[in-house]
């Protein structure tokens, strides 16, 4: 319980109604996307970065622990208190100005807490847009600090690619605000620091504002769902697009049977698009332009369908059907693999990240191992196949026992990490969710740099909880 005395100079800080106390208003900051929930002491608000820094300097003078929040949609367990009730939740989400748009410079500047829906929004009447497709709707923020990924990732990297500049407050006595960089695409006058705190998960500062640099909508579009020859098949084809398509290759989503047939039962507005059964494993594969249709030029659903077509025709082809239709039926049914996860029972979701070419081996192995040791959990595997990402999720279907849940952890991460050299938090970023992982297969030497520069931003204090411990 936070004292009265801390309650009313937070309250002078961020105003009466950005201080919330009562257990029912803070339940929506305390629970995640995915995990159990915690206990917050209290939820601050602030509106402003200078408000931010006001709160963040007065809990590190007073020994206050604190977790900051964007839109609590991560699933790493990072953005929400533990169980103690001694953490007060830092929530960004009323830092919602800036919104402004640079349409000859092609950027945008935007406070922590505004979401990429609402970015695309005002974005949208400039043929312009932020392309991180995700299932949730996160701050920007939340996206900088956690380096999200997405589906596009293949033709649009991540949120390093776009992140020009940067407003951070350190957590020192002084809430010291950084501003790191000014937009530029092109800056050595100085260490981009900035890096460090994209994708740095909270763990050395708080972020307040970003400029992101933003494309030009797609004005042609075109979608097919590929059933491979079998899983080792995926990489040729994959690669034969690559090679056909060039840069209007947007996305390469692959998705399991299991993944698939559970979005289809549980997702009422989704469909069977496929005549013969949902295959062992189908591709999402799209196709864009940013310009409008050109005379003479063939259109996209050409290009697709002829790509299709001389594979379907090869000896060797990696290809043994394709599905065209609209783009957003297409996506449809990538969509809804998550909640139709989530419909049909407890995920155990694992964000892996492997070399392109390991990933069919991962899965073959990973598959034995779960047949063998674990025939009570289901494989319900999807992920951006393109940059070797898979979101490994595992349905159960017995009885729910914490002996085995983390035998199940232990396995599957051991497998990938040390049998073939994986990443164990892909997209996700770093929570408590992944304290024990970091823990274990992150070099000691790293931790221990990866400390010594968060103690250079005044994360090292332990009443300080932001993203990892990094702990040395």
């Given at each position: 319980?936070?004292s009265?005395?801390?309650q009313?100079?937070l309250?002078?800080?961020?105003?009466?109604a950005?201080l919330?106390?009562?257990a029912a208003?803070?339940?929506?900051?305390?629970?995640?996307?995915?995990?159990a929930?915690g206990v917050a002491?209290a939820?601050?608000?602030p509106r402003?970065?200078a408000?931010v820094?006001?709160?963040v300097?007065?809990?590190v003078?007073?020994?206050?622990?604190?977790?900051p929040?964007g839109?609590?949609t991560?699933?790493?367990e990072?953005?929400t208190p533990d169980?103690?009730?001694t953490?007060?939740v830092?929530s960004?989400?009323?830092?919602?100005?800036?919104l402004e748009?640079?349409v000859?410079?092609?950027t945008?500047t935007?406070?922590?807490?505004?979401?990429?829906s609402?970015?695309?929004?005002?974005?949208?009447?400039?043929?312009?847009?932020?392309p991180?497709?995700?299932?949730?709707?996160?701050?920007?923020?939340?996206m900088?600090?956690?380096?999200t990924?997405g589906?596009?990732?293949?033709?649009?990297?991540?949120?390093?690619?776009?992140?020009?500049?940067l407003e951070?407050?350190?957590a020192?006595?002084?809430?010291?605000v950084l501003?790191?960089?000014?937009g530029?695409r092109?800056?050595?006058a100085?260490l981009?620091l900035?890096q460090l705190?994209?994708g740095?998960?909270g763990?050395?500062?708080?972020i307040?504002?970003?400029?992101?640099e933003v494309?030009?909508r797609?004005r042609q579009?075109a979608?097919?769902?590929?059933?491979?020859?079998d899983?080792?098949a995926?990489?040729?084809?994959?690669?034969?697009f690559?090679a056909e398509?060039?840069?209007s290759?947007?996305?390469?989503e692959?998705?399991?049977r299991?993944?698939?047939?559970?979005?289809i039962a549980h997702v009422p507005?989704l469909?069977n698009?496929f005549?013969?059964?949902?295959p062992d494993?189908?591709v999402?594969?799209?196709?864009?332009?940013s310009w409008?249709?050109r005379?003479?030029e063939?259109s996209?659903?050409?290009v697709?369908?002829?790509?299709?077509?001389?594979?379907l025709?090869?000896d060797d082809?990696?290809?043994?059907?394709?599905?065209?239709?609209?783009?957003e039926?297409?996506w449809?049914?990538?969509h809804?693999?998550?909640?139709?996860?989530r419909a049909s029972?407890?995920?155990?979701g694992f964000?892996?990240s492997?070399?392109r070419?390991?990933?069919a081996r991962?899965?073959?192995?990973?598959?034995?191992m779960?047949?063998?040791d674990?025939?009570?959990?289901?494989?319900c595997d999807?992920?951006?196949?393109?940059?070797?990402?898979v979101h490994?999720?595992?349905v159960?279907?017995g009885?729910?026992?914490?002996?085995?849940?983390?035998?199940?952890?232990?396995a599957v991460?051991t497998?990938?990490?040390?049998?073939f050299?994986a990443?164990?938090?892909g997209?996700?970023g770093?929570?408590?969710?992944?304290?024990?992982?970091y823990d274990r297969?992150?070099?000691?030497l790293v931790q221990d740099y990866?400390?010594a520069?968060?103690?250079v931003f005044?994360?090292?204090?332990?009443s300080?909880?932001l993203?990892?411990?990094?702990k040395?």
């Open positions: 319980m936070l009265q005395d801390h009313d100079a309250a002078a800080i961020v105003g009466p950005g919330i106390v009562d208003d803070r339940a929506a900051y305390e629970t995640p996307a995915r995990y929930g002491a939820v601050v608000r402003t970065t408000e820094s006001a709160v300097g007065y809990c003078r007073h020994g206050l622990a604190f977790t929040q839109a609590n991560g699933l790493a990072g953005s169980g103690s009730g953490h007060l830092l960004l989400d009323r830092l919602t100005a800036p748009i640079d000859a410079d092609r945008a935007v406070g922590a807490g505004v979401r990429l609402t970015l695309n929004a005002a974005l949208e009447p400039h043929g312009l847009f932020l991180i497709d995700l299932g949730a709707d996160p701050t920007l923020g939340g900088a600090a956690t380096n990924g589906a596009r990732f293949l033709r649009y990297g991540d949120m390093r690619r776009h992140v020009l500049g951070v407050v350190l020192d006595a002084a809430g010291t501003q790191l960089s000014h530029l092109k800056d050595n100085a981009a900035r705190f994209v740095g998960c763990s050395l500062g708080i307040t504002a970003v400029t992101v494309h030009h797609p579009s979608a097919a769902l590929l059933v491979p020859r899983a080792e995926v990489l040729a084809l994959l690669q034969a690559e398509a060039g840069a290759l947007t996305a390469f692959g998705m399991s299991a993944a698939m047939e559970r979005a507005s469909s698009p005549a013969g059964g949902v494993y189908a999402l594969v799209e196709l864009t332009r409008t249709p005379e003479g063939a996209l659903d050409e697709l369908q002829q790509i299709a077509g001389d594979l025709e090869r082809s990696p290809l043994v059907d394709a599905l065209f239709g609209p783009a039926k297409m449809a049914l990538r809804g693999l998550s909640e139709g996860l029972g407890p995920v155990v964000d892996l492997f070399r070419r390991d990933l991962f899965r073959r192995d990973a598959t034995l779960l047949e063998a674990f025939p009570d959990f289901a494989l999807f992920g951006h196949v393109a940059d070797g990402g490994f999720n595992l159960r279907t009885p729910a026992d914490p002996a085995r849940y983390h035998a199940l952890r232990e991460l497998l990938a990490v040390d049998g050299s990443s164990f938090s997209e996700h770093l929570g408590r969710a992944f304290q024990d992982a297969f992150t070099p000691r990866s400390a520069v968060a103690a005044g994360t090292g204090s332990a300080v909880r993203g990892p411990a990094l040395s």
